[in-house]
């Protein structure tokens, strides 16, 4: 990925080179520089660096911190005039101005050999609309600093922020690369009602079914996720204490995206789970039946974040 030596770097931009991006309200621009790459995703996973990174051909640290939520990247160039090590500085300002406690920091030969390489190929060129701008990052990479750095909001959710920087080398620009992850909050109330097994067998016997929460699976995919084990436990509960019990297992999906889609989507998710029942807790598989019904029996409106969000469910129907 290294560029061809002798180069003259690009001026700095006069304005901004994404159309659409921001500053992230946590944390402004060093004074002066110009966003120059920009991507954000509503909730995904993601490893952020933790740790050195050695010199052993693999180009990863020696400890990643693992993270669910939203997630931005951010990438800025700054005049060739400033350093790394005053960037730098008013971050770690800034975050701890924040209450942030650090996690992970880094400098230089503190970082490992091969860090602004993993970094260069963590960083990519996908984000920069100008890949001219992404250059400061290859030439800088063997003159960088790291920091991480983990805060609290008032609701108790997280929110991390890792923060990369290199120095203005060969009539490059200096370059700030950001990433931040906002984790949800756990929805500890909503989750702990629709998991108790109690909960579930009062509502299969007054309405003939009940909707369950707690099962979680990333956008677009039918993989249950590890944080629906507290559902599954319950339900199985439910299933262990009514051996004579049947149920449909219903999967639902907001109305985003096509209805053919949707259908598969919620048969696949709908199977996975009784896969989940079978495998995991052994429940007999005659006992259940996967069926996807996309947004077809939506219990609010399609029309807003919330009511979307209570359609994305799994019911159990009683056979």
């Known amino acids: 990925m290294l ?24 944390l402004s621009r060093f004074e002066g520089a110009k966003l120059v790459g920009y991507d954000t995703k509503a909730y995904t996973d993601v490893k952020l660096v933790m740790g050195q990174v050695v010199d052993n051909g693999a180009r990863t640290p020696d400890k ?55 970094m260069l190929q963590r960083i990519g060129t996908a984000i920069f609309p100008d890949t001219t701008y992404w250059s400061p990052f290859n030439y800088g990479r063997k003159n960088e600093r790291y920091v991480l750095a983990q805060g609290k909001r008032p609701d108790g959710s997280s929110v991390y922020a890792a923060v990369y920087v290199v120095d203005a080398v060969e009539q490059q620009n200096g370059g700030v690369y950001v990433e931040l ?21 009062k509502g299969i016997a007054t309405d003939g079914k009940v909707a369950v929460y707690g099962v979680y699976f990333d956008t677009g995919k039918s993989d249950v996720k590890p944080q629906s084990t507290a559902a599954l436990d319950e ?57 996807g019904v996309a947004s077809l029996a939506p219990v609010a409106t399609n029309d807003s974040d919330a009511g979307r969000e209570k359609n994305r469910r799994v019911e159990l129907v009683k056979q």
């Open 181 to 201: 992850v906002e984790s949800e909050k756990l929805e500890s109330g909503k989750v702990t009602a629709n998991l108790s097994a109690e909960t579930m067998a």
């Open 235 to 291: 339900m199985a509960k439910l299933l262990k204490n009514q051996p004579a019990l049947k149920v449909y297992i219903v999967g639902h999906t907001d109305s985003q995206g096509n209805l053919p889609a949707n259908l598969d989507l919620s048969q696949r998710r709908a199977e996975a789970v009784v896969k989940a029942l079978e495998a995991q807790y052994k429940v007999d598989p005659k006992r259940l039946f996967a069926k």
């Open 64 to 118: 990643w911190l693992p993270l669910e939520g939203r997630y931005t990247r951010l990438a800025y160039n700054y005049s060739p005039q400033r350093g790394s090590i005053e960037v730098m500085r008013n971050y770690e300002a800034a975050l701890k101005q924040a209450g942030m406690t650090v996690l992970y920091a880094c400098g230089k030969e503190t970082c490992g050999a091969e860090f602004g390489d993993m």
């Open 3 to 26: 560029a061809a030596a002798g180069i003259a770097g690009a001026a700095m931009p006069a304005q901004d080179t994404v159309k659409g991006g921001k500053d992230h309200p946590l």
